[in-house]
């Protein structure tokens, strides 16, 4: 089973920038897809950005195109969620996940770390 810890978070001014970690243990991590996911009180888990196994193939929401890139390095079994030019509805706890699939859908995903706050403040 992989193990996938989240770091990173904090609290940025808008237009800033944050790179997230994602860091896996306990597995075939280069195995896997990996999906970033954000949540806020109240509602349900938001893709954010997934990236395939071999990382040549990723996929944003619309509300981060352009703005965010997920990347990974296998070697070191992470993967990374550069995020710039923030802006206050970026504010959540962000968790990344691993899946066979390379989908947008939480529900096709494993298990989930304890995630990372991000506050983003105007």
């Known amino acids: 089973q992989v193990n996938l810890v989240e770091s990173g978070g904090g609290l940025v001014q808008a237009g800033g920038s944050l790179r997230l970690s994602c860091v896996a243990s306990g597995g075939s991590f280069g195995r896997y897809s990996v999906g970033w996911f954000r949540q806020t009180p109240g509602r349900d888990r938001e893709f954010v950005a997934t990236?395939?196994?071999?990382?040549?193939?990723?996929n944003y929401a619309s509300a981060v195109e352009g703005r965010f890139t997920i990347s990974r390095d296998n070697a070191k079994n992470t993967v990374y969620l550069q995020m710039d030019n923030l802006k206050p509805e970026d504010t959540a706890v962000y968790y990344c996940?691993?899946?066979?699939?390379?989908?947008?859908?939480?529900?096709?995903?494993?298990?989930w770390g304890q995630g990372t706050q991000v506050t983003v403040s105007s």
């Open positions: 990236i395939n196994k071999i990382g040549t193939r990723v």
């Open positions: 996940s691993w899946s066979s699939v390379t989908s947008g859908a939480a529900k096709d995903y494993g298990t």
